[in-house]
């Protein structure tokens, strides 16, 4: 582990110097710099040490682990530090007063935490709050700095990203699903059979693993995704931007990489295609989205670059009629670009959220917003303004129960059958929203589907409210419409891929 610190001094510390009979190397996972010159160090054997910087020698040493110490993170203040371990646990280690109102202090650890199963391999440390993330990432709020009790003082566990790692070619009815170094492509099953609601109906045809594309060297798959028609596919790495023709050949699949790419500042942070699939949007991490046009045989040529954010572009909505794109940056600000003669249209009011999901809806080519902290709004494009339903929620204001949901919409898209309809989800929620029915209040229930079921009509006409929740799918990855009657669902049981992780490090307990 590295850090730097302005001065051009060296200085060599002989961590493993003071380990008495130490039958292994003993290796630094991480460091921190004080601004006071003192070094502090996590090793494998559990220890976090204070350095002398100029001098090299240890001031202060702690062990909070019987395991590994692989992660550390200091406060702003620099009076706080957040430690993770192998064994799954956190410690914080606070700097004190030796005596009550005495000038002296000195790090004393004073809290650990068991969160995690597994390794703890990285955190931060927030004003109000401890950041843990390994097989889950966990927000344990510091009580003593929350102002009031409420949804900021509440422990938060989130096992999956929150971006799409599941793209959809509609026409072709295929998946591409991403994975750290790989991609998969999959035929969709079929059916010929109905049935009732909640059916489980056999399948005619089923679901086929087409092909697998490997990534080159060591490096991550920052984003990718499949073309409507499914005949382009695109990825991105740190260094490198990746575009594939896909030709179906009966019941084979090839794949022919498109030769001579527009040179790209990467990485990209997202990929999307037009509706027609005849465009390529590449959000870049330098605050820019170009726009590669794709042509036949299999080639393609970079038709604009449209700038205008100031930082990382991460989120994109292209409109279906190629007429509008949104993009969103990592100031929180959405931007609204002219596709048909590439111009800067508007710039949505900035909300003080992150932006979490966005798209245009096709018919009345409005855009709607997911924030973070679950509020949602519609702006219409060509008016350059929130719409009168927007403006009426956002006056009358969401249900409790929505707003204190913790994981954030991930996706949004539109019944093709009813304008009215807005299909959103999060990880455990897949949720039509009625714009022509009433919004609910705190005061009626906001999951009442199964007591709807129950009423007889007239009484059902009265509840009825705007939000038709369902929670049969968790967790859930990607929801998306094939057609006017066809929706796919991905869902990713997490015993799935826990059964998959190696066993964490056992602890001997008392007694035993």
Same mark, same amino acid.
Not at 48 to 60: H, I, N, P, R, Y
């Given at each position: 582990?590295?850090?730097?610190?302005?001065?051009?001094?060296?200085?060599?510390?002989?961590?493993?110097?003071?380990?008495?009979?130490?039958?292994?190397?003993?290796?630094?996972?991480?460091?921190?710099?004080?601004?006071?010159?003192?070094?502090?160090?996590?090793?494998?054997?559990?220890?976090?040490?204070?350095?002398?910087?100029?001098?090299?020698?240890?001031?202060?040493?702690?062990?909070?682990?019987?395991?590994?110490?692989?992660?550390?993170?200091?406060?702003?203040?620099?009076?706080?530090?957040?430690?993770?371990?192998?064994?799954?646990?956190?410690?914080?280690?606070?700097?004190?007063?030796?005596?009550?109102?005495?000038?002296?202090?000195?790090?004393?650890?004073?809290?650990?935490?068991?969160?995690?199963?597994?390794?703890?391999?990285?955190?931060?440390?927030?004003?109000?709050?401890?950041?843990?993330?390994?097989?889950?990432?966990?927000?344990?709020?510091?009580?003593?700095?929350?102002?009031?009790?409420?949804?900021?003082?509440?422990?938060?566990?989130?096992?999956?990203?929150?971006?799409?790692?599941?793209?959809?070619?509609?026409?072709?009815? =295929?998946?591409?699903?991403?994975?750290?170094?790989?991609?998969?492509?999959?035929?969709?099953?079929?059916?010929?059979?109905?049935?009732?609601?909640?059916?489980?109906?056999?399948?005619?045809?089923?679901?086929?693993?087409?092909?697998?594309?490997?990534?080159?060297?060591?490096?991550?798959?920052?984003?990718?995704?499949?073309?409507?028609?499914?005949?382009?596919?695109?990825?991105?790495?740190?260094?490198?931007?990746?575009?594939?023709?896909?030709?179906?050949?009966?019941?084979?699949?090839?794949?022919?990489?498109?030769?001579?790419?527009?040179?790209?500042?990467?990485?990209?942070?997202?990929?999307?295609?037009?509706?027609?699939?005849?465009?390529?949007?590449?959000?870049?991490?330098?605050?820019?989205?170009?726009?590669?046009? =794709?042509?036949?045989?299999?080639?393609?040529?970079?038709?604009?670059?449209?700038?205008?954010?100031?930082?990382?572009?991460?989120?994109?909505?292209?409109?279906?009629?190629?007429?509008?794109?949104?993009?969103?940056?990592?100031?929180?600000?959405?931007?609204?670009?002219?596709?048909?003669?590439?111009?800067?249209?508007?710039?949505?009011?900035?909300?003080?959220?992150?932006?979490?999901?966005?798209?245009?809806?096709?018919?009345?080519?409005?855009?709607?917003?997911?924030?973070?902290?679950?509020?949602?709004?519609?702006?219409?494009?060509?008016?350059?303004?929130?719409?009168?339903?927007?403006?009426?929620?956002?006056?009358?204001?969401?249900?409790?129960?929505?707003?204190?949901?913790?994981?954030?919409?991930?996706?949004?898209?539109?019944?093709?059958?009813?304008?009215?309809?807005?299909?959103?989800?999060?990880?455990? =929620?897949?949720?039509?929203?009625?714009?022509?029915?009433?919004?609910?209040?705190?005061?009626?229930?906001?999951?009442?589907?199964?007591?709807?079921?129950?009423?007889?009509?007239?009484?059902?006409?009265?509840?009825?409210?705007?939000?038709?929740?369902?929670?049969?799918?968790?967790?859930?990855?990607?929801?998306?419409?094939?057609?006017?009657?066809?929706?796919?669902?991905?869902?990713?049981?997490?015993?799935?891929?826990?059964?998959?992780?190696?066993?964490?490090?056992?602890?001997?307990?008392?007694?035993?």
């Amino acid at each position: 582990s590295t850090t730097w610190h302005p001065p051009p001094e060296v200085t060599r510390i002989m961590v493993n110097h003071r380990v008495e009979k130490a039958k292994r190397e003993c290796v630094v996972w991480a460091i921190a710099l004080l601004s006071s010159g003192t070094v502090v160090s996590a090793d494998s054997f559990g220890r976090v040490q204070f350095w002398d910087w100029q001098q090299g020698t240890l001031a202060e040493s702690h062990t909070v682990s019987s395991s590994a110490a692989l992660s550390l993170a200091v406060s702003e203040k620099e009076d706080s530090i957040v430690v993770g371990t192998s064994t799954g646990a956190t410690y914080q280690l606070q700097l004190l007063p030796v005596k009550l109102g005495g000038l002296e202090k000195r790090w004393v650890r004073t809290k650990p935490f068991q969160y995690h199963s597994h390794d703890v391999r990285a955190v931060a440390h927030s004003p109000s709050a401890l950041i843990s993330g390994g097989t889950t990432l966990v927000i344990r709020p510091l009580m003593e700095k929350v102002q009031k009790k409420g949804y900021d003082a509440v422990l938060r566990k989130f096992t999956f990203p929150h971006r799409r790692l599941v793209s959809c070619a509609r026409k072709a009815r =295929l998946l591409l699903f991403q994975f750290s170094q790989h991609l998969e492509l999959w035929r969709l099953g079929s059916t010929e059979e109905t049935g009732k609601d909640g059916e489980v109906l056999p399948l005619c045809r089923m679901p086929e693993h087409l092909v697998q594309l490997k990534s080159k060297g060591p490096e991550h798959i920052y984003c990718s995704c499949v073309s409507p028609c499914g005949t382009w596919l695109g990825y991105s790495t740190a260094s490198r931007f990746h575009l594939y023709r896909v030709r179906c050949d009966g019941d084979g699949v090839s794949l022919r990489k498109v030769p001579k790419v527009p040179k790209l500042l990467p990485p990209a942070y997202q990929l999307q295609f037009s509706a027609d699939s005849d465009s390529l949007f590449v959000a870049s991490a330098r605050g820019s989205v170009h726009v590669l046009q =794709l042509l036949e045989p299999g080639g393609c040529k970079l038709l604009h670059i449209a700038c205008g954010c100031s930082e990382a572009v991460y989120l994109l909505a292209p409109s279906a009629d190629g007429h509008w794109l949104a993009a969103v940056s990592g100031d929180w600000a959405i931007h609204v670009y002219n596709l048909k003669c590439f111009k800067h249209h508007c710039v949505v009011p900035t909300y003080n959220c992150a932006v979490s999901a966005l798209a245009i809806h096709p018919s009345t080519n409005n855009l709607v917003i997911a924030y973070s902290d679950q509020q949602l709004v519609e702006f219409s494009i060509p008016e350059k303004q929130y719409t009168g339903w927007s403006r009426a929620l956002q006056s009358r204001g969401l249900h409790r129960a929505w707003l204190e949901r913790d994981s954030p919409i991930t996706h949004i898209t539109f019944n093709p059958k009813n304008p009215a309809h807005i299909l959103l989800h999060d990880t455990y =929620l897949l949720c039509v929203l009625d714009k022509s029915l009433p919004l609910p209040d705190d005061s009626t229930l906001l999951m009442n589907q199964s007591t709807l079921k129950q009423l007889p009509e007239t009484a059902r006409k009265r509840q009825l409210h705007a939000f038709k929740i369902c929670k049969k799918f968790q967790p859930l990855l990607f929801m998306d419409l094939l057609d006017e009657n066809c929706l796919v669902v991905v869902e990713r049981p997490i015993m799935d891929f826990k059964t998959q992780l190696p066993m964490p490090v056992q602890q001997k307990k008392f007694g035993t």
